[in-house]
């Protein structure tokens, strides 16, 4: 849990400052579960500088709680989180002071936005919260308000969960937190857990990932894995301290979210999913007549597919939906081993290629079109599936045919400025398995919002 604060002062000398506002956002990292807002009279004078930059003058504190009488509330909001803030030296220091001149030591384990944001969004003009949060297209209101920077904090915080793939951060919230350990564990974990497509990530005592998995319902997937009684779930049963837990909206980010962290974590009951998730894969050549010939064999590293399939059945289920979409030859696309025309052709429902009937090139634009359908090669695009709001999209960006990586953004930002499109993607590898995934989850659904840039 999270505490993400933002506090406003009244300026002056090293630890003479005094808090004029403050506003926290208690985080789930999902969601804002609880808030704490309000104004504070420092008792003692605002620097000018200070009234200009934020608006605050004595006149508005004058009837503003004292900090002795919101200090409860604020221990109370923060019992058990862990402090975020931009800058989070500055504002845990000024807080600390605030309690240790009532007498009262306040500790609570800080992290630091800006360092995150080095860290994991690298190359930025500038890492103070207004540049930066322009630059990654996160909407702020009230600048320099202590409510207003706080929920900046609080989005920027969720976008910098969402590139730390190696989930460090999560590593070490689970590691502090031994509340989620109390028996009954599994009732205690599977009733935190929400009904949402995701991944999710199952933790051990020390807080290390030992297994990640997706679904569409993760408490259901969760309650599979508690319930199931072969040997693996077992383990998993007897291991696990805590699930944590991403929100996709997008079934497409799962799996790609899925096969990166796996590859990248290694987590020891993932064994089975660290190799290739596909097996056959769809292969064109040219005969000597110069028509496009297509097949479906096993996958060969040596060789660059068009698209790629989980199995042998889905590959033909594919090819023979093909050959009936675009009016294909039965005989060359591997379909009717024959010498002479194919069967397709005798019931006129082939347009002759097979007995050179019809042209090579008028046979190839309709193969051509179906490679181009069904490959991203060399395109440049985005493509646009749900996001975890309603008022949020998830964005997948494709560069001259590369995955680059994916993100959230909100409706309301225009995603067509490449550099900002790029600011929000958290880049991932580009490989085998993340093209089988792309290019099945698009054959899949054929709805899904392509952008080409």
């Known amino acids: 849990m999270y505490a993400v604060l933002d506090i406003e002062t009244t300026g002056g000398k090293y630890n003479e400052e005094g808090i004029t506002e403050i506003a926290i956002y208690k985080f789930d990292g999902h969601k804002i579960i609880d808030q704490f807002i309000s104004l504070v009279n420092p008792e003692r004078d605002i620097q000018p500088f200070v009234v200009n930059l934020t608006g605050i003058n004595s006149n508005m504190l004058r009837n503003a709680p004292k900090f002795y009488e919101v200090a409860k509330r604020i221990v109370e909001i923060t019992e058990g989180c862990i402090l975020v803030a ?102 205690e974990i599977i009733a935190e857990l929400p009904t949402i497509t995701g991944v999710y990530y199952i933790h051990n005592a020390d807080g290390e990932i030992i297994y990640i998995g997706k679904s569409n319902n993760i408490k259901k997937r969760i309650n599979q894995h508690f319930t199931n ?167 997948i960006l494709i560069k001259d045919g590369v995955f680059q990586g994916l993100g959230f953004f909100n409706l309301n930002y225009q995603i067509n400025n490449i550099e900002v499109l790029e600011s929000i993607i958290t880049p991932m590898q580009n490989n085998r398995d993340t093209q089988h995934i792309i290019q099945s989850y698009l054959r899949r659904n054929k709805k899904v919002k392509l952008i080409t840039i």
Request: hydrophobic letters at 35%.
């Open 229 to 395: 009684t072969n040997p693996k779930s077992k383990k998993i049963q007897s291991l696990v301290t805590a699930v944590t837990y991403e929100a996709t909206g997008s079934e497409l980010v799962a799996l790609l979210k899925e096969s990166e962290e796996i590859k990248r974590n290694k987590p020891i009951f993932n064994k089975a999913l660290r190799r290739s998730i596909f097996t056959h894969a769809l292969y064109s050549f040219i005969d000597d007549n110069n028509y496009i010939n297509l097949s479906v064999r096993k996958a060969d590293n040596r060789k660059k597919p068009i698209t790629t399939f989980s199995n042998l059945q889905s590959g033909k289920s594919f090819i023979t939906k093909a050959i009936s979409d675009y009016v294909l030859c039965q005989k060359l696309t591997g379909e009717y081993k024959t010498k002479s025309s194919c069967f397709n052709f005798d019931i006129k429902e082939c347009n002759g290629a097979c007995i050179g009937k019809e042209s090579a090139s008028d046979y190839n634009k309709r193969v051509l079109a179906l490679i181009d359908k069904n490959s991203y090669a060399n395109k440049n695009m985005v493509i646009v599936d749900k996001g975890r709001d309603v008022d949020e999209r998830s964005a």
């Open 86 to 187: 931009h800058n989070a030296q500055f504002d845990y220091r000024i807080l600390c002071t605030e309690f240790r001149r009532l007498g009262f030591e306040y500790e609570r384990k800080s992290l630091c936005t800006v360092e995150l944001s080095k860290y994991l969004i690298p190359g930025q003009p500038s890492y103070s919260l207004g540049k930066l949060v322009r630059s990654l297209g996160i909407p702020v209101a009230d600048r320099h308000r202590a409510s207003g920077d706080a929920q900046a904090t609080v989005k920027l915080f969720k976008m910098l969960l969402d590139k730390d793939t190696e989930k460090n951060i999560i590593k070490d919230v689970v590691r502090l937190n031994p509340k989620r350990q109390l028996e009954p564990k599994h009732l």
